[in-house]
């Protein structure tokens, strides 16, 4: 059974950057991919960045190019979402997430384990 525990978040002020992890157990060799996903408050979960297990490929949403790095150490497991010239649109929980699928690296239904989220808040 897949695990994953986020850590990194909390409160910045607007142009500063926060460094979020995702530590993971239980993976497979279905692994194709971790992505991050963010939600903010009365919006719908959205698409943040996504990084190919094994390749390490990367996607990012438009809104985040530039600013956000996400990276892997398929070695221990654990991943990574560099943020920065944070503003506080960013504002939101964050979500590691792992592809087991071979669907799209945007959606949620291609991540088959979630893990609970860590907040990040951005002051203007």
């Known amino acids: 059974q897949v695990q994953l525990v986020e850590s990194g978040g909390g409160l910045v002020q607007a142009g500063g950057s926060l460094r979020l992890s995702c530590a993971a157990s239980g993976l497979t060799d279905s692994t194709y991919g971790m992505g991050w996903f963010r939600q903010a408050p009365g919006k719908e979960r959205e698409f943040v960045a996504h990084i190919m297990w094994n390749s390490g490929v990367t996607y990012y949403t438009d809104s985040v190019k530039r600013r956000f790095s996400i990276s892997r150490d398929n070695v221990k497991n654990m991943g990574n979402l560099q943020m920065t010239s944070l503003t506080p649109d960013d504002t939101a929980v964050y979500y590691c997430?792992?592809?087991?699928?071979?669907?799209?690296?945007?959606?949620?239904?291609?991540?088959?384990?979630w893990g609970q989220g860590t907040q990040v808040t951005v002051s203007p």
């Open positions: 997430a792992i592809r087991t699928t071979f669907g799209a690296v945007d959606a949620d239904s291609s991540y088959t384990s």
